[in-house]
């Protein structure tokens, strides 16, 4: 189906990080602006989700330049559930920034910042070619640079470097990989390489030389920034070192943007043919290891906020499994997977930091005795951890739950892997929760430090809304993964997202080698 | 022209690798980008010659019969080249910024948790001392 105003989606955050640049002094204006601009986002969002329920797909030509020749924007199931649940968390955690963050911080350009994320988070999940994937990217990644060493403490910039770094270098390794692909094929497009590469493996003429090898190349850039088994290291490191709703930002989107790129891409291009058998052993076993080493990482750790960092790649874990699997449940476990995940993460990192505002520090040690001073906070931890952890009735429960069934005919060691590792999860959460909220602290408490305004019904209504977004998923469980089976259809059988995209069936490029 | 191309995308690439594997933050920053450079022009090498293997003349994929190279790989590189110029813009204010504020661009120095007492022997050229700016 038609749809012009996909764009909108890229255009409204910009314009608002646009305009808040202008009001960089006052924050009240840009806070009413940014509020504007996400709640807007989610309610298009949600709209034209539910306008493709049956499993539509919704398409945008920029400058009505037919498929492969101008900039095509998708809408399907896959891209507007991970949309409307990114604008959730970033709505969420938005409105937690606002008595959490301390004003010096705010004046620098923390609201242009957050909506040029969106806008790069945004286009990452609309855009029907690689090379947008590519931009996308980028103004994500600039956008979360800036968002990283914000405040500029000597901690944040020392570990800056390596997530500045790893990312400039794979996204290089992108560039380069997406030339390649043109080179091969003549075209960016991805329903038109699926189209290309579908028929040349039915015809029985083959794959280029070389294109297991791109295929390889771009699980790299993919895995650097979704934090996928060897490349996880720079995730531990950075994130405990910003202010937390920036965090709880970060670990809601941006490794899930990643690991989007890995479920768009190779299921419809580049894990087709030979590179099959290349790739998903490849995600199979980085899978197990990302999910067993990062929970053992999160059980080792001291600190609530290390605890909470290495979790998320524990969790990318379970996605990739599910991605790597290549079956229609596979693929649909994996995305409500990453949709419960995206909202749980960012409440628990918004939940540590008011206990880090109540207690001075996230050092479990200095925690404890928390549940009595602040019984709210308390209960939404405890949901939120056990959602995490994936107890029923709460949304984790179901994602797992399609996960181990679906892999454990072809790969039930994969399975006992989920398994072990949910309970290392439920060992590392009731970590927190006993030595934050259980008992009494160990070392004599400090007095809560002066941290941002002092006024908490900002975080208060941020943890709120993200932890019954969170049982809203596990109680209405059923319309969620209706949207996600659409998606891992629509992944398998690409051919009604090729049709929506290229309806004329367009020939390719003449001389680009299709 | 493609083999020459190929050459020095491996020359550039040798050398950002050999400037990134430095200890010295500012010899990272040139290896990051020298290696965005060697990723454009081995693009250029992709987009190859207007004269294909067979003999034919390639088309230009918009604007119907010339002779024109493939004008795609140029917007790519295009693109880019400007996104890797704003990266480089923000890595460099980032290196002064460290600069200013820790007194390092040491990795080793930057790794420790706890900043070395300042001694003015030991960075004399730095703005700002060391340590002189954590905070602002």
Partial sequence: MRNDLLGLLVVIPLATAVASVALVRRSRPQRVLGLLSLGSMLVLAVGWLSEIRDGDVLVSQMGAWPAPFGITLVFDSLSGLLLCTGLVVALGCYVHSFSVLEPETERRYFHPLVQLLMVGVNQCFLTGDLFNLFVGFEIMLMASYGLLVIGASRRQMAQAYKYLVLNLIASTVFVISAGLVYGMFGTLNLADLARIVDARVASGEGLPPGFVGVSVMLLFVFGAKGAFFPLWFWLPDTYPTCPVPVAALFSGLLTKVGVYAVARTFPLVFAVGDARDVVTPLLLASAGITMFLGVLGAVSQHSVRRILAVHVISQVGYMVFGIALMTTAGLAGALYYMVQHMVVKSSLFLCCGVMEHHAGSDDLDRLGGLLKRDRFLGIAFFVAAMSLVGLPPLSGFFGKLVLVREGWTDHWWLSVVALLTGVLTLVSMLKIWTRGFWLAPVAAAEPAPAAGSGDLRGAYIGIGFLVAVAVLMGLAAEPIYDIAFHAGEQLTDPSAYIGAVNPRGLAAVPGGGG | ?136
Avoid: W
């Fill in chain 2, 1 to 136: 022209m493609t083999t020459v191309l190929a050459i020095c995308v491996t020359v550039i690439v040798t050398v950002s690798v050999y400037l990134m594997l430095s200890r010295e933050l500012k010899s990272i920053a040139m290896g990051v980008f020298l290696l965005g450079h060697g990723a454009n022009l081995s693009i250029i090498a992709m987009s190859g010659s207007p004269v294909l293997p067979g003999g034919g003349l390639r088309q230009p994929p918009i604007l119907g019969d010339g002779i024109l190279v493939d004008a795609l790989p140029q917007a790519l590189i295009l693109t880019a080249i400007v996104i890797n110029f704003a990266v480089m813009g923000f890595f460099l204010t980032l290196l002064v910024l460290t600069a200013r504020n820790t007194g390092t661009l040491n990795l080793d120095e930057l790794a420790l948790e706890d900043p070395p007492v300042a001694s003015p022997e030991l960075e004399p050229t730095v703005d700002g001392g060391p340590g002189g700016g954590v905070g602002r």
